[in-house]
Every structure is written in structure tokens, then in C-alpha cells.
């Protein structure tokens, strides 16, 4: 399950490569296109469209060459899915999974590859360890016998960290929202910190929530 983690982490990076340079392409011809992926496909539908005059001109060359690269990016999204698919069946039999996703911002995604890296988290003797084992605990330094907190340690196992933060900050909207005691917490908590700051603290919550 992590090997199948890994490859498709990597199929990402190759895509967000891609559609960066798909961008790129298109701005040195001046066209600027918003951030998020169905905003640039939305503008290549226009674009790559022959039965329409919308939108600016693209020389035969570089047409081809855009419909070659949305081309691999389908190609891309398509072997995605397929992992996707699998993690889903994955997650349904198994129990320490389903429970997993029960907790807000722990998808499919992050549920099997937390089960698949850590098992019922008996390594761990509490849940602060495991946080800071994913590297989401700060970082100290003593100065003159006085500590100071610094940003998160980042250290351990990076892919799951990263899972949690991007859980943690589709979960954001719906528990600042909600009166649960974890809404109320991170009420309180981006009221005093940086947005990115309270993000990252949620993502140590729900890694020990995940854990008990």
C-alpha cells in the first residue's frame, strides 16, 4: 500500500509539472490564465476549440504542441484515478480505515496511508509522539536558559505530513462552521495565529486523534 502511495504521489508531481508548463507555454504567448486546474482546462476547451474564433490565436506549432500535453495530462488523470479507485476499495475493507474516515479532513487518501505506515499506532506510546514523528511538533531553542518555539520540526515521514496539512485545510471551512469542541478550538486559535499557522496545528490535532 505505501508503494502504491509513492507512485501515485509521483504521477501527481508529474501532472502539476505538466500543467505548470502548459502554463507557462501559454503566458509567453500573453495568455494569463487563473490558478486551479479546471480553470486552465476550461480555457484550453476555448482555445484547442476549431468550430470557435474565442479567445486568442495559437499558431498550428504550438496548438499541436498544447494538444499533445492535455493529451498526457489525461493520460496522467486517468492512471490517478485508477489509484484513487483502488485506495477506495482499500479503505471499504478495511476496519482501522473506515474508522480513520470518520475523522474530518482524513480522506481515503490519507486513511490508508496512515493504516499502511503505522499500523493500529502501537509504536507510538501517545499521540504527541506520533505528531512528532511526522514532524508537526515545533521546534525549540534555548537561548540563555530560555526557550523559544520555532516553525515545525518537518522531519519523519514527509508524504504523511503533507496529507495531513492538505486534510487539515479542506477541513478548515466546515469545522470553523460547526459547534463542535474542535470548532470551537480552532475558532479560538485563528483568532491569535496566521491562517497557515492554525493549519498546520490542526493537522497535529487530527494526527492525534487519528492516533488514539
Not at 486551479?36 to 486568442?56: C, E
Amino acid at each position: 500500500m505505501q508503494s502504491l502511495h509513492r507512485v501515485r504521489d509521483r504521477l501527481v508531481g508529474e501532472r502539476t509539472a505538466l500543467v505548470n508548463q502548459i502554463r507557462a507555454v501559454l503566458l509567453e504567448r500573453g495568455i494569463t490564465i487563473p490558478q486551479g486546474r479546471r480553470k486552465l482546462a476550461n480555457v484550453l476547451a476555448v482555445l484547442l476549440d476549431d468550430t470557435t474564433d474565442k479567445g486568442p490565436a495559437l499558431s498550428p506549432r504550438i496548438r499541436a504542441l498544447v494538444n499533445d500535453m492535455c493529451a498526457e495530462w489525461t493520460a496522467l488523470d486517468r492512471r490517478i484515478a485508477t489509484y484513487d479507485d483502488e485506495f477506495v476499495a482499500t479503505a471499504r475493507a478495511n476496519q482501522a480505515a473506515r474508522r480513520l474516515t470518520t475523522i474530518p479532513g482524513i480522506g481515503v487518501l490519507n486513511a490508508t496511508a496512515l493504516s499502511a505506515a503505522v499500523g493500529n499506532g502501537a509504536t507510538f506510546a501517545r499521540g504527541r509522539d506520533f505528531a512528532a514523528w511526522l514532524g508537526l511538533v515545533p521546534r525549540q531553542s534555548t537561548t540563555g536558559g530560555k526557550p523559544k518555539l520555532l516553525g515545525i520540526s518537518k522531519r519523519g515521514n514527509k508524504y504523511l505530513r503533507k496529507l495531513l496539512i492538505h486534510g487539515a485545510r479542506s477541513a478548515m471551512p466546515s469545522l470553523l462552521a460547526s459547534a463542535t469542541p474542535l470548532g470551537t478550538w480552532l475558532r479560538g486559535l485563528v483568532t491569535r495565529v496566521h491562517k497557515n499557522v492554525a493549519t498546520v496545528a490542526l493537522a497535529n490535532k487530527l494526527a492525534r486523534i487519528a492516533w488514539g
